[in-house]
Nanobody, 126 residues
């Protein structure tokens, strides 16, 4: 059974930085998409970036483009999301998710991901 666990959330002042981690276990790491999403209560889940674990290629959406960098440590089955220049409107629960095996990762769409973590909360204060 695939397990996804996020960590690294917290409270940070506007303009600050935070790095989130996503550890995936229970499957052979490779040929999957790992996506980062965020959700504000009352709003739809929004994709931030996808990472193709076979080669580390990334696909960023416009939601945080230019302020986030996704990377992976394959040896540790971990995907990171480095966030900079954070704004109060970035306050949300950030989720990591994994797709079944596939050959390509495009823009992260929630319906394509079948294993989700519980999320880690990020609060950006003024």
């Amino acid at each position: 059974q695939v397990e996804v666990v996020e960590s690294g959330g917290g409270s940070v002042q506007a303009g600050g930085s935070l790095t989130l981690s996503c550890v995936v276990s229970g499957y052979t790491y490779g040929d999957h998409c790992v996506g980062w999403f965020r959700q504000v209560p009352g709003k739809e889940r929004e994709g931030v970036v996808s990472v193709y674990t076979a080669d580390g290629r990334t696909h960023y959406t416009t939601s945080m483009k230019g302020r986030v960098t996704a990377s992976q440590d394959s040896a540790k089955n971990t995907v990171f999301l480095q966030m900079t220049s954070l704004k109060p409107e970035d306050t949300a629960v950030y989720h990591c998710a994994v797709t079944p095996p596939r050959r390509y990762c495009g823009s992260p769409e929630a319906f394509e991901y079948n294993a989700w973590g519980q999320g880690t909360k990020v609060t950006v204060t003024t």
